[in-house]
């Protein structure tokens, strides 16, 4: 086949167009094909169109008429069916169309006659209903590129309903994915107060709603509602009944109390009072109306946020501007306030100041929304002034969070420092760390109903005194790691784990071990963390110079410890928290610590790799030792019946 392209001027088109004139041979025939000719067909129709020649229609769509011919419209199955049926339109000469609007219907017409279309951002949604409706394929397809070329999150809640209305499956899940991955900003923009109860109902019920706060999704809410109020009040109940309002903030529940929206409803002002009352007399659940026990779905954190709080309690600052100074005594400056950490938010806050001037080695713990601050250094442990103390100090308090109020208790049977301490079934244990009195590992109690110090438990055997204590269903865990000498070999280090619970009730010691094995690692060099689970303990080990930790688990009610690798039906969702060291010591042989970490398993990573994205840092803006560190929980603490300070970073 032979091919010969000119380029013609077409008058219609107002540019030049190439013609193609094809030949081929086929035994004593020869074909000639002009396939310009279906160009020039369309182009002359059109101008027939302009001119009003030989047209045979008339499509009438609102108060516009368009004049055009029978057989273009054909083209589309909508008017093929239309013309081939029985309608009475088959013969008529006017049509009227309903359910799209002059300025769609015009936009097709024209495509129709020429092939080509231009579409921008004001007539998309014109064109698309009218497109769909005449079943126009191709131009639908253009419309669906035109959305995802400008596809962004300031028009995802756009997209994702046209993609419901006109069946872009692929865009719809990839818009509405990013509208819950990106509520709180997306909720910022004008396009959002477009949407109806339904279509916000439907985001707020979403499993997958994702933010940082539930405050913010709050005043997205109250922003909705602003826009249109005598409008959207009939929604307001249905939509506060899926805002957790035990994640909000006392402060913001009394401000809503007293929007007019809020206050026009008795059941939305009883929802809203009701969150508010439950915050301040301490409860972790609570009832929608009087009878009605909310769904424990609404009380389960949103993805994105947490129940997770870490306080950070005294210690001295080491910053670095410092750290060339000779004289260890101005290395630091003491932090003599609590400060708590928000992972959320990743914010740090100031919670208080401490009621005593001793900045150091005090022991932090928590229960019933008061944290027990025990113990105490005056000074670091390199300060050899002989006009000053360093020896571990008897001081105890007590710190109510909701109040903001400091009550000293009486004074410890011996001074302690360094030490750990729990509660458990209604008593404060301190264990380890150095006393004024014996340098053997002991342990104190207090009892917080009597307020009385009383006679501490005995204490087991242990190998080592490197113990990590925490409580669990009235029982004080201590979980240690210690070199087994008797089972070790010359090219294999065998490391022992043993947990010891004493049950307070029964006042009853035992324990269990397993041991564990790690090829070329010391001891020392592995971190070890403990945490609280659905009333278990649970316990992470961490070579320092790796990054494959191993989970342990201390079934409490069994007395068993296993190793969770060969759990297969468990179900997990723990966070492992603590503090960050230097890997080189800065000051004499003290460990400042720079960052919060946290170790964070589901059901599916604990069974598959540990890998470092379960692993979360957040810097402190200094280095920090001496220091008492408590992780806890915001519904434990009473989190939310306050407002505290950030600190700036």
């Not at 910022?188 to 913010?216: A, I, P, W, Y």
């Not at 439950?278 to 009087?290: D, I």
Request: proline fraction near 3%.
């Amino acid at each position: 086949m032979a091919e010969v392209e000119s380029l013609d001027y077409n008058s219609d088109l107002g540019c030049y167009v190439r013609m193609e004139d094809r030949t081929s041979h086929e035994d004593d025939c020869s074909r000639y094909e002009d396939i310009s000719q279906r160009d020039k067909i369309l182009a002359e129709l059109n101008s027939q169109r302009h001119c009003g020649d030989f047209l045979d229609l008339v499509v009438k769509v609102q108060d516009m008429e368009f004049p055009c011919h029978r057989a273009v419209l054909a083209s589309t199955p909508y008017f093929k069916v239309m013309f081939s049926s029985d309608f009475t339109e088959r013969s008529s000469r006017v049509v009227q169309l309903h359910g799209i609007n002059s300025d769609g219907f015009s936009t097709i017409l024209d495509f129709l006659y020429t092939g080509e279309i231009s579409i921008t951002q004001d007539d998309i949604h014109d064109i698309l209903q009218a497109a769909h409706m005449l079943q126009v394929d191709k131009i639908t397809e253009y419309c669906q590129t035109f959305i995802e070329e400008r596809y962004d999150l300031s028009n995802c809640l756009s997209a994702m309903r046209l993609s419901d209305l006109y069946g872009f499956s692929d865009l719809r899940e990839q818009a509405r994915k990013d509208t819950l991955s990106n509520f709180y900003e997306i909720s910022q923009s004008e396009e959002f107060l477009t949407l109806s109860g339904q279509e916000l109902l439907d985001l707020l019920t979403d499993k997958k709603l994702h933010v940082t706060d539930e405050e913010n999704l709050v005043d997205a809410v109250i922003r909705w509602l602003d826009h249109d109020p005598e409008n959207r009040r009939t929604a307001t109940v249905a939509i506060f009944q899926e805002i957790r309002l035990m994640s909000v903030r006392v402060s913001t529940l009394m401000k809503l109390e007293l929007h007019p929206v809020i206050q026009d409803s008795p059941e939305c002002l009883a929802i809203v009072t009701g969150a508010k009352e439950k915050h301040l007399a301490g409860a972790t659940s609570w009832q929608v109306s009087a009878g009605a026990e909310l769904d424990e779905a609404k009380v389960r954190q949103r993805l994105g946020t947490s129940d997770d709080l870490a306080f950070l309690v005294g210690g001295w600052m080491i910053r670095e501007e410092n750290m060339c100074d000779d004289d260890y005594a101005t290395l630091t400056t003491p932090l003599q306030s609590v400060m708590c950490f928000d992972p959320d938010s990743e914010q740090y806050y100031h919670v208080s100041n401490l009621p005593t001037p001793v900045s150091g080695y005090m022991s932090v713990t928590s229960v019933e929304r008061c944290l027990y601050v025990t113990g105490g250094r005056a000074y670091p442990l390199y300060v050899h002034d002989p006009d000053s103390t360093s020896e571990p100090l008897r001081q105890a308090f007590r710190y109510d969070f909701v109040t903001n109020a400091w009550t000293k208790l009486p004074d410890m049977p011996r001074g302690r420092a360094g030490h750990q301490s729990v509660v458990a079934d209604g008593k404060l244990f301190l264990v380890g760390g150095d006393t004024d009195d014996t340098s053997t590992f002991s342990m104190d109690c207090y009892d917080l109903e009597e307020q009385a110090w009383i006679v501490p438990p005995t204490l087991p055997e242990i190998a080592s005194l490197d113990l990590t204590v925490t409580s669990c269903n009235g029982k004080i865990v201590l979980v240690e790691l210690f070199d087994d000498t008797e089972n070790a070999c010359s090219w294999l280090e065998e490391t022992k784990l043993r947990v010891h619970v004493f049950d307070v009730r029964a006042a009853h010691w035992s324990y269990s071990d397993i041991p564990v094995l790690y090829f070329c690692c010391r001891l020392q060099s592995v971190c070890k963390l403990v945490t609280v689970a659905h009333g278990n303990v649970y316990i992470l080990l961490t070579p320092r110079d790796s990054y494959s930790p191993h989970m342990f688990l201390y079934h409490v009610e069994q007395g068993t410890l296993s190793d969770c690798s060969e759990l297969e039906d468990i179900e997990l969702s723990v966070s492992f928290w603590g503090t960050q060291y230097q890997e080189q010591n800065t000051i004499h042989q003290e460990n400042p610590a720079d960052a919060i970490i946290c170790y964070k398993f589901d059901e599916d990573s604990i069974r598959s790799t540990r890998e470092t994205d379960i692993t979360h840092t957040w810097d402190l803006t200094f280095e920090l030792i001496g220091y008492g560190f408590l992780a806890t929980s915001k519904s434990s603490i009473g989190w939310y019946c306050r407002d505290l300070y950030k600190l700036e970073h």
